[in-house]
């Protein structure tokens, strides 16, 4: 509640507080004010790339496994049986 200067300047505060602290900047790399100020937070952005690169690989790796049963070769109808190209739509 904004009913009094206190918790005003409380709010402020806090808010000042998690942005140079907590809250990471995209033009730091994602780092946080704080941490390009006092030099703490150099090995950051290498973690960054690398927790990106591992998601990347997870989300590949879970996508190869995931099949449709059109795609599945142990339930896959004769090719004759599938509708021809131009019948889907394709060219």
Same mark, same amino acid.
Do not use: W
């Given at each position: 509640?904004?009913?009094? =200067? @206190? !918790? *005003?300047?409380?709010?402020? &505060? %806090?808010?000042?507080?998690? =942005? @140079? !602290? *907590?809250?990471?900047?995209? &033009? %730091?790399?994602?780092?946080?004010?704080?941490?390009?100020?006092?030099?703490?937070?150099?090995?950051?952005?290498?973690?960054?790339?690398?927790?990106?690169?591992?998601?990347?690989?997870?989300?590949?790796?879970?996508?190869?496994?995931?099949?449709?049963?059109?795609?599945?070769?142990?339930?896959?109808?004769?090719?004759?049986l599938?509708?021809?190209a131009?019948?889907?739509?394709?060219?």
């Amino acid at each position: 509640m904004l009913d009094s =200067l @206190g !918790s *005003v300047k409380r709010l402020i &505060a %806090f808010y000042v507080e998690q =942005l @140079g !602290s *907590v809250m990471p900047h995209s &033009a %730091f790399r994602g780092q946080t004010p704080d941490e390009i100020y006092f030099g703490s937070g150099d090995q950051i952005p290498t973690e960054l790339k690398a927790a990106h690169q591992a998601a990347r690989q997870r989300r590949i790796a879970e996508n190869r496994v995931v099949r449709c049963r059109l795609c599945d070769a142990t339930d896959r109808p004769p090719m004759h049986l599938l509708p021809a190209a131009g019948t889907l739509g394709l060219q």
